[in-house]
């Protein structure tokens, strides 16, 4: 297993995730490859290609059609400081990163039920809905930008329109701001970085870098249990049994978990911890 930091740093250093092949594989390095068979040519000619040495505002090469598919990038340093470069067509022609194909891959490493793929606004996409057990029913939006102030807008515009708590994504967390993150904790949203938690098997398949399905929640402290209960109870306006039947468990059990006699690794504790760290709401509208 690997990180692919290169490749979630890219998406977020292309505009509008569209460039010609020579930057994709500029900006993705080692991690190209893993990219490579989800970009899609488009007819649109690319303007610039890379240049080995950029050094001042001549860089970079620009490309040059010279009609019957002849293409070029060519050094517009007046000292000439690159060489000319000859272009096949599909190296000239700018490509687009099919979004919906690469997420699916990823549905598993998110714990996401993805659905279509839906573009909520420039930027943002609508995933699916969140498996994962301490964020279960919640929505899940993709941010993806290439400027911190368009990121802050989306998630202030999302969390404003979004009814529910929500799961926001974004390739890495290099424009998570204090503000942005203090918009989420007020909605009671989560944030995901792809570049902390999707990484590459040694087969080649995207997989989560740490534990996304909540089997290692830390278990409440005994000495706590009771005001957890008693907090929960008076935010939710439900009462004991209302906990012990969401969590699916006896009333039994449920007061031996407040006592800690119920094994903190049973599937049964497991379950009264996830109901209580879980907004009623979002499992009525499972």
């Known amino acids: 297993m690997r990180k692919l930091t290169r490749l979630w740093q890219a998406l977020e250093r292309i505009p509008g995730l569209c460039d010609v092949l020579a930057y994709w594989e500029y900006h993705c390095g080692e991690d190209y490859p893993v990219i490579r068979p989800h970009l899609r040519v488009t007819e649109d000619l690319g303007y610039r290609y890379p ?43 700018v490509h687009r990163l099919d979004l919906d194909s690469v997420v699916r891959p990823l549905a598993n490493a998110l714990a996401v039920r993805i659905q279509d793929l839906k573009s909520r606004a420039p930027g943002v996409w609508a995933l699916g809905v969140s498996n994962s057990r301490l964020t279960r029913g919640y929505p899940a939006y993709l941010f993806v930008f290439s400027r911190r102030r368009d990121f802050r807008s989306a998630v202030q515009e999302v969390a404003i329109s979004c009814p529910t708590p929500f799961v926001a994504v974004a390739p890495t967390n290099s424009f998570l701001t204090v503000e942005s993150r203090e918009v989420l904790g007020t ?53 004991d049994q209302a906990i012990y039947e969401d969590a699916g468990v006896h009333k039994s059990d449920f007061y031996k978990w407040m006592k800690g006699t119920l094994g903190n690794k049973s599937s049964k504790s497991r379950r009264i911890e996830e109901t209580l760290r879980t907004d009623p709401r979002l499992r009525s509208r499972r």
């Open 187 to 239: 909605r009671k949203s989560v944030f995901i970085s792809l570049e902390d938690r999707v990484g590459l098997s040694e087969d080649g398949q995207f997989i989560a870098l740490e534990n996304t399905d909540g089997d290692e929640v830390s278990p409440t402290p005994i000495e706590l249990r009771h005001a957890v209960v008693e907090k929960y109870k008076e935010g939710f306006d439900c009462t």
């Open 51 to 93: 240049c080995p040495y950029p050094n001042d505002g001549d860089c970079p090469r620009g490309i040059v059609d010279y009609g019957n598919g002849l293409f070029a990038a060519l050094c517009r340093h007046p000292h000439k400081l690159c060489e000319d470069v000859p272009l096949a067509p599909k190296d000239a022609l």
